[in-house]
């Protein structure tokens, strides 16, 4: 069965700071790797979505990189902001039509 | 205005009942999926449709129903609802792609359902 692990559960940084987010998979044979933030009672809004054959991806202050070899995502987030306070998901798509999600770090950036 | 949009966001009901929870979406995307989140479980696929005329269960799709009425509905039924069915339900779309890269997934706000 695929897994997807993320870790830590929950960060707490103080404003300004660089952080990276960790999500490992236990099948390398995966089509894309998305990732997510979900701010509460609210839905899933798409970060960054990286294919089988990229290595990353980046959107303004945020990058996400993707090791298919070792199992591995990073989402760095440089000058982290308050407004960066959210969960944050990865999903592994491993086949046509099934996504595998972990269960998410929870940031919370401290003014 | 959203592009895909879910309703009720709220629902309260009892064990036995019959609930349907809506789905649309203005993308034109012809994939469409349901997910349901429960904490520490992460989001589990209930059901997804490539297009009109097809429909597939997902990981967790006992008790559920669908029904795909347009490229732009999808809805899913809880023919009796039992209070473990009580979770945040998201629906999402993506992109039919002709490669094997696959589309970005789009969710909706979610529904928050209880059953007692």
């Known amino acids: 069965k695929q897994e997807v692990t993320q870790i830590p559960a929950a960060l707490s940084v103080p404003e300004g700071e660089n952080l990276v987010l960790n999500c490992s998979f236990t099948d390398s044979a995966i089509y894309n790797l998305q990732w997510f933030r979900q701010d509460p009672g609210k839905g899933l809004t798409s970060l960054l979505l990286i294919q089988s054959s990229q290595r990353e991806q980046t959107s303004g202050r945020l990058n996400a990189s993707l090791d298919k070899s070792s199992g591995r995502s990073t989402l760095y987030i440089a000058a982290s902001q308050p407004g960066d306070s959210a969960t944050y998901l990865c999903?592994?798509?491993?086949?046509?039509?099934?996504?595998?999600f972990g269960s998410g770090t929870k940031l919370n950036v401290k003014p | 205005d959203a592009d895909v949009t879910q309703t009720p966001r709220n629902r309260i009901t009892k064990t036995g009942k019959r609930i349907m929870l809506e789905c649309s979406q203005t993308k034109g995307h012809d994939r469409m999926y349901w997910y349901r989140q429960d904490p520490g479980l992460g989001l589990r696929l209930i059901y997804y449709?490539?297009?009109?005329?097809?429909?597939n269960k997902g990981e967790i799709s006992d008790g559920y129903s669908v029904s795909r009425q347009a490229q732009a509905k999808f809805s899913l039924s809880l023919e009796s609802a039992i209070p473990n069915q009580t979770a945040l339900y998201f629906c999402a779309t993506s992109e039919h792609t002709r490669d094997k890269t696959m589309g970005e997934q789009f969710f909706g706000p979610g529904t928050r359902l209880t059953v007692l």
């Open positions: 449709s490539f297009d009109v005329k097809d429909i």
């Open positions: 999903a592994v798509r491993y086949n046509f039509n099934k996504f595998y």
